[in-house]
């Protein structure tokens, strides 16, 4: 980056927010990214809030640092876990606005569940998660604000990320958890018609998940979700969009091997990419 840039950073616990930024980046390619992977400290799913904000908070800082004027928390666990707090308590002393409009961080759950409402014909809708996101009960909250008439059922699937880490989310093995979970999240309500894909890793499942869900069903990944939300948020708040560089630059840090970052980058980005390690 330049010394005049200032990136919309994207923030994850490790490589899923990466199928969020390439749908970003698909929707707004004119503005520089910085990506930051907590890869050292990763999996967020099954560390308590307080860890998870730690962490998370630690991260907002090193991309304010890196001239980030919006943070996405690409990240379903940090969303859940962290968002909140930092908005509430720390942006007015980490971004007080003194030489322009502040610095802002969004997450992925209100996007979502702002939107979910508009695909269910039945009022029934699953939600496919880690086990963090599901105790946080974010997506339940959320949902009741935007769309109180529907019921939502919850599905935590932990060998899921483990299974896409390891590169088996197209092999053979793979289809006993995710036909599993499926069962399971449909055995709570029938009426299911719209699963959300709550976590940023089961997009590279998604053959596999259409395979073994009602052939009706609508499946929802969040990526271009996001971007689309995004893309309304810098129109309705162009004092923020104006803070954004443009130059198409795209930056990725790790806080883990580099080596290993951009080879696994290249699956959920979908194209190569080159990472500098970062200590934090």
């Not at 443009?246 to 190569?272: H, I, K, M, N, W």
Request: with cysteine.
């Amino acid at each position: 980056m330049t010394l005049s840039s200032q990136p919309i950073g994207v923030f994850d616990s490790g490589y899923g927010g990466l199928t969020i930024l390439r749908e970003i980046v698909k929707k707004l390619p004119q503005y520089d990214y910085v990506y930051l992977g907590d890869n050292a400290r990763t999996p967020y799913g099954t560390r308590s809030f307080e860890t998870v904000y730690h962490y998370t908070l630690e991260c907002v800082r090193h991309l304010f640092d890196q001239g980030c004027r919006l943070v996405i928390l690409a990240c379903n666990t940090a969303s859940a876990k962290a968002l909140r707090n930092i908005q509430q308590l720390d942006l007015p002393t980490l971004a007080p606005g003194l030489d322009g409009p502040g610095r802002r961080v969004l997450g992925v759950i209100r996007p979502t569940t702002e939107v979910i409402g508009q695909y269910s014909k039945t009022g029934n809708v699953g939600i496919l998660a880690t086990r963090g996101t599901v105790t946080s009960e974010s997506y339940m909250v959320e949902i009741e604000k935007f769309f109180p008439k529907l019921s939502v059922f919850q599905e935590a699937c932990p060998m899921w990320v483990p299974l896409v880490e390891n590169g088996e989310y197209d092999h053979p093995g793979a289809d006993y958890f995710v036909k599993q979970h499926i069962d399971r999240l449909l055995a709570k309500s029938p009426e299911i018609d719209t699963i959300l894909l709550a976590c940023t890793h089961y997009p590279l499942l998604l053959d596999k998940i259409r395979q073994y869900a009602p052939a009706h069903a609508t499946i929802l990944s969040q990526g271009g979700i996001v971007a689309d939300s995004l893309a309304d948020y810098l129109i309705r708040h162009p004092e923020i969009e104006a803070q954004c560089s443009q130059y198409g630059q795209r930056t990725f840090l790790t806080t883990d091997s580099t080596d290993d970052f951009d080879r696994q980058a290249t699956v959920f980005y979908g194209e190569p990419v080159q990472s500098a390690h970062l200590v934090l």
